[in-house]
């Protein structure tokens, strides 16, 4: 049930970001409004730059900036049409002009700070996601895997459920690299990627460890499923996937969290799983522990979960 509400979940928060970024937009229009009507009721002078700044520096609250160009540009149309159409004081001419440019300056500096602090957010943003996201297949990486295996180790352990975890590597890869060039390898690796994360659910999670070593986390799953899905995959890529004529493989090692385990223990079991396909003929799946060979029939219903949860 929770991997089905994720998407409506989703959908709200995104609901939620536009609404709120036009809500935003629009209190800051009324903004401008109310400052240019109390300007030319009371002319202002040089104080109409700093509600106008303020108004420009509220321009945070909403995403992009092209927001912050509009409120900016308004604020400066408005200092000037309040210079024009506010009644006449007892100031001097120059004192007015000098107070009405001082007020365009505040703002302009307002904007230009505006662009930078949402500058370095962006910035931080694409840090993050780059931190985090292999380049080369757009899958998380071998820091993702980490930080993802410790937070489902915590709540398998605190809830008592189970995790799986597979090893996956694709088999000749070296070869390839060498026969037909590591251009040609990084494709076959992007194709596999591809192929692994369209055949599993939603809240199973892929990562790209290195080279063509991939991992799946597979949550709520015991190493009898697991092992039907890992077969069922190894299948379909060899079957999908083709270099020169030539099928691309996969060898798959799984293991499933023991009540006793820790993390490092578990990835240590996969790796010997991987071993073992590796070592007794490739575009194979081996479990350790060993487990008696399922019905092929339930290869069918495993793979339907993939995409539809």
């Known amino acids: ?8 979940v989703a959908q709200l928060r995104f609901l939620f970001k536009e609404y709120a970024d036009r809500a935003n937009y629009m209190v800051l229009l009324v903004a401008m409004f109310a400052v240019l009507i109390f300007d030319l009721i009371s002319p202002l002078g040089i104080a109409a730059g700093v509600p106008y700044g303020i108004v420009v520096f509220g321009s945070l609250w909403v995403r992009g900036r092209a927001v912050t160009y509009v409120i900016a540009a308004m604020g400066v149309m408005f200092t000037l049409v309040g210079y024009y159409l506010s009644p006449i004081g007892l100031s001097p001419v120059n004192a007015v002009i000098i107070n009405r440019v ?6 302009f500096i307002t ?8 500058k370095t957010e962006a910035d931080v943003s694409l840090l ?10 757009l899958t998380n990486n071998q820091l993702a895997f980490e930080q993802g295996l410790d937070g489902e180790f915590f709540r398998t352990k605190r809830y008592q459920r189970h995790l799986s975890m597979a090893i996956i590597d694709v088999d000749h890869l070296t070869l390839i690299n060498d026969t037909h060039g590591y251009h040609c390898g990084d494709d076959v690796i992007k194709k596999v990627a591809k192929e692994l994360e369209s055949n599993i659910r939603k809240c199973d999670v892929l990562y790209r460890l290195a080279g063509g070593k991939f991992a799946i986390l597979f949550t709520e799953t015991g190493i009898a499923e697991a092992k039907r899905v890992g077969d069922a995959i190894c299948k379909k890529v060899a079957t999908n996937l083709k270099l020169e004529e030539k099928n691309i493989t996969i060898s798959i090692g799984i293991a499933t969290l023991e009540p006793k385990d820790h993390k490092r223990m578990l990835y240590r079991r996969a790796e010997e799983a991987l071993l073992l396909s590796k070592n007794s003929g490739k575009n194979k799946v081996s479990t350790l522990p060993h487990i008696i060979r399922q019905d092929k029939s339930s290869v069918a219903a495993i793979l339907s979960r993939s995409r539809s949860n």
């Open 1 to 8: 049930m929770h991997s089905q509400n994720l998407p409506f």
């Open 102 to 107: 001082l007020a365009i300056l505040v703002i």
């Open 111 to 118: 904007a230009m700070m505006v662009f930078r602090i949402k």
């Open 128 to 137: 993050k996601t780059q931190s985090v996201v292999d380049p080369l297949t």
